[in-house]
């Protein structure tokens, strides 16, 4: 029994030193891998990469920005099935563990053992948390206890709840999509409330290997990954077995959502927005903050706008002939791959590619591009058409001139005739056009070219083209603000101007004839460039340079006389900009892309409308004065001369170089503009509540033709739009500011008169033409010296009422 007992002590004495050894050792490699664990306190302020997502104006999504898909979910607002089904997948005992899973650990020991290959990694969702935040991906045993041990410190400190949000958010779960709500929209369209039982499980089956799970090469393997992670659900109770079965028999449908501006034709829109947001927070914070950007696009309005440019572009391209096919492809076997692999521009539907199967004297038998599945591969649907006669007509040629088997082009289906086509060309000649709300400069509509597909290059905002006449209102304006009126009589006769170098420089009208005296009216409608020149002259030019640096036309205009007809250079933008504060009564506006910008908190950080509202944050109405709204902007220039050049702008319209606008039926004004040898045509205008400006010429500069002009080419684009804006809105007047006189006078001569030929002209108190014509001195007798057509011209600001 001693002997028993001596064997029992010795045991015991050994049991408790290898206890003690094996205690100092753990203790030893804790205190020795705790010496540098990284501070897990990082992850209470963890701000994971976050796209940013710019909506348009009624909240549709119109573009996202980002190096890692992910939108944050707290907790709270993570469905119980998605957790569950990453739970099961991944850690079934993710409640009960304290950071990592004995359990697992033991079974991926047992299958190292084994000798398998495929070795278990055994991490607990805490774990991944800890590997994914805070430490780097090596399969070593060095990183799987320093993951252990600071899982366990993460334990300490976060609920399980925060936990799980962690993970949900950051995890990869392939096709560059990162966090459940990400991978919802962009595999399923989904929110994450609307995902089945089917389709959670295949978002928790990716975490183990995304790349291998691929939907579209890997299909059948994420199924049986899919249906895995159903039955793990099912034997840990979050779903029935007859919920499994159901999942289970769910073919596997993957529909990644395609985000892209050209579904309203917005390229150019939201290039310009994503430029902003980087000049203005620099890519970090563009591609990685999470900013919600609701921005000025009205897409309804944005589609009209290209519509019209379009048109416009592709009326003046095809009255100048066809350019000839894009390319040419070998029929082989089969047409389609090849016509396939031809880029096509994605913002130009309906158009799209063909290829000539077959030629003969009346008609073209095309096959038109296949489209390509979701994995990419080619589509064995091969669709046909056929171009007769009319589909070429504005050709010109027949069919077996205009191209050949293997020739690709464009075409257009033919409303109405099934199976039809036109033939169609990308246009040369390039434009742009802006759409504006002229009372806060919010941008509804921006087109910078026929195709963003084809060139970034935004002709709305980066092209410094000529104005030409379209800038004349300015200097209309400067004069009517200091001293003129419509009715002042400007002189229609060729004038030299010595521009101080020893050259000398004579304007001629477009119509190479003079007409002697006019009103300033006239001169405006008609735009009449020796009557422009001699009113620069007149007023001088310091103070146009004065009033295009105010409306923002120009920074710095030259203050020279051939200026005052527009040979500057500037920007579609900058001209709608100065046009909308004619048509607002003279306040400052400033051009806005972005209406509000918030942070991925929703504290909003900038917002365009700089108003102070007083009164607007009352708790409640306790018989205080109803809030009102302080307006700030500078007055730029008179309201009543901001309400002259309007009304003479109306006549542009009514009687002038704008005259195809008026089958619109609409209160509307505006200002034709060609350039010298036409190689800018422009109009810019506006109605009551909304104004336009389109401008149209080759990127390379060069003449659009001899008898180019304005009013044949850029005023109908205006016209067209405005016909599809202003469709389903009642005519409004422009609203006349008091103080105005509108009085009856000859359009000709401008005096009073009734009858025919008269219009209303308007006039600021005081400066209206007198009551009669008897003679005697003041205004009588100036205007008895115009009755003559003797009145002086040209002399001065004064005496010319």
Known sequence: MRRIGRLLGFIFATGALVFVLASAILGAVIWKYEQDLPDFSALKNYEPPVMTRVHAADGSLLAEYSRERRLYLPSSSIPDLVKQAFISAEDKNFYTHFGFDPEGIARAGIVFLQGSRRVQGASTITQQVAKNFLLNSDRTFDRKIREILLSLRIEAAYSKEKILELYLNEIYLGLSNYGVAAAALNYFDKSVHDLTISEVAYLAALPKEPSSLNPFRNHDRAVERRNYVIGR????????????????AEPLIVNPRVLTPNSIAAGFFAEEV??????RYGEQKLYEGGLSVRT????????????????????????HGWHGALKSIDLGQDWGVPLADVPAYGDVKPWQLAVALDVSNTAIRIGLQPDRDKSGAVVQDRQTGTVTIDGLRWTGRAPKSLVKPGDVFYVEPIAGHDGEYRVRQIPEVSGACVAMDPFTGRVLAMVGGFSFDESEFNRATQAQRQPGSSFKPFVYAAALDNGYTPSSILLDEPVTIDQGNGELWTPANFEGKSGGPHTLRFGVEHSINQMTVRLARDIGMPLVVEYAKRFGIYDNLPPFLSMAIGAGETTVLRMITGYSMFANGGKRVKATLIDRIQDRWGNTIYKHDERICEGCDAARWDGQSEPHLIDKREQVIDPLSAYQITSIMEGVIQRGTGIAIKEVGKTLAGKTGTTNDAKDLWFVGFSPNLAFGVFMGYD???????????????????????KMALKDTPDTPFRVPPGIKLI????????RATGQGTILEAFKPGTGPPDSYGGGGGGGGEASAQ???ERSVGSGTGGLY
Do not use: C, N, W
Request: charged letters at 30%.
């Open 744 to 751: 009856s006078v000859d359009v000709h001569s401008g005096m």
């Open 274 to 279: 994503r430029r902003e947001l980087s000049e």
């Open 233 to 248: 659900m099912a034997e840990d109770g979050y779903i029935t077995a007859e919920q499994a079965r159901q999942a289970r």
């Open 700 to 722: 390379k500069p060069r003449s659009l033709g001899d008898s180019a002009q304005a009013a044949l080419y850029t005023a109908p684009i205006f016209r067209d739009f405005m």
């Open 787 to 789: 009755a003559s057509g």
């Open 296 to 319: 000025t696009l009205d897409p309804k309005i944005q589609l009209m706008a290209r519509k019209a440019l379009v048109d416009g572009l592709v009326r003046y391209d095809e009255a």
